[in-house]
């Protein structure tokens, strides 16, 4: 509600150079999902019926407003979701996406400066583990960590923001901050053979970084980045609270062109209270090989905060690759391939283990109705201290989607 209120609040009241734009929409979708409840068989209640069909009714409202100082985005949506057999686990759900550019009117203060608000949360017990889809990613980069947990009700909020200060023409010190809130409920479908375990940590995080950054080029950079992350936890159900700290030191080498971009980053990250430190880094591609060819590749080693089936830090080890492809005017194949391989720490033997594979094929029928196909798969490995499990899961099915533009 306050990063509602903040966001709304950036729309000026009156402005001769202002632009709205609202864009309200709605979905359907149907579908057949092999595992509703994201767990093997043997760690669900007797009587469970996993596999199931389900309906989903999706309202939307995307709002874009511009002035000569700032834009503000905002896409607000509920869902409802329906089960044929499992009608006890139909459920609402809630997002909201968006963001403030503020370049434009700090600029007026201090000439290159940029300033940059954002803001993702949704409520739902279908946990994502990848992000899907390539033209429109969202900006929480937090769900390519590849943990998939139990199906629970899940409260999980990103507030970002980013600046940027040029000190001289070449130089500048970038920043920024980030608040993450998870908040899970009681998970959904028994806690046969648990073993009394917590199965989820209710998670608070204040990730801040910043350091200089220079110009080599007009298209290159180099910057050498200090980011550190308080994580605050407890489990779900109750229990003591205990905190970790992840402090990363990284050298940062960005290429930009209309076309494509590049980042690779590397260094070191250090845990406490464990005492330990690992290297770390990322690789991030994006491109446009052609005018209706998108592709993305995402290569990721980090410290994060672990909140399923144990607390504290994870090194998440993340592979994705995407591509969309409009075939022609009115037809777009999206496809997606994610690997993550968790590591406890201290304890690097025990994993969280996950692979995702996802394509669409969606047509757009009218000038605001798009109907598509899609598919996803899923093959879930845990081997954790309290509990060993395997298991996949596949989804298929069509969504029809109407916005009135």
Known sequence: MIAAVLLWGALPALSVHAE?????????????????YRRPKQLLAPGTQAEDFANMLGVNVALLHKTRDIEVGMKMGGIFQTYVEN????????????????????????????????????????????????????????????????RANTLYNTTQVNGNYPVSRDLSVEGGYTFVLRRIGRVQGGTADLQGATVFFNTMAHTWFGGPRYQLTRNDSVAVL?????????????????????????????????????????????????????PSGTLTVNTQPERDTVVYLRLSRQGMPSYFLQGGATISNVASLGISRRIYERL??????????????????????????????????????????????????????????????????????????
């Open 20 to 36: 709205t734009i609202v864009v309200p929409s709605a979905s359907l979708r149907s579908y057949y999902d092999s595992n509703i």
């Open 332 to 405: 777009i194949l999206d496809g997606m391939v994610g690997f993550g391989y968790n590591e406890y720490f201290p304890n690097t033997d025990r994993k969280l283990q996950n692979i995702t594979a996802s394509s669409k094929l969606a047509y757009k029928l009218t000038r605001t109705i798009t109907g598509e196909i899609f598919y996803i798969y899923q093959n879930v490995d845990v081997n954790a201290s309290a509990l060993q499990f395997q298991y996949s899961r596949s989804q298929a099915g069509f969504m029809l989607t109407v916005a009135w533009e």
């Open 226 to 278: 200090y980011r550190q992350t308080f994580i605050t936890q407890s489990g779900s159900q109750g229990g003591r609270t205990f905190d970790t700290n992840l402090i990363t030191l990284a050298g940062d080498y960005t290429k930009e062109f209309h076309e494509w971009s590049f980042t690779i980053q590397g260094g070191i990250t250090f845990i406490e209270p464990a005492g330990r430190a690992f």
């Open 87 to 150: 009608t006890n686990r139909n459920y609402i759900g809630a997002t909201l996406n968006g963001h403030v550019g503020l370049d434009q009117w700090i600029d007026q203060y201090v000439r290159g400066a940029k300033l940059r608000i954002a803001e993702n949360l949704r409520y739902t017990p279908e946990q994502p583990s990848f992000l899907q889809g390539v033209r429109d990613l969202p900006e929480d980069a937090g769900l390519t960590t590849g943990i998939q947990g139990f």
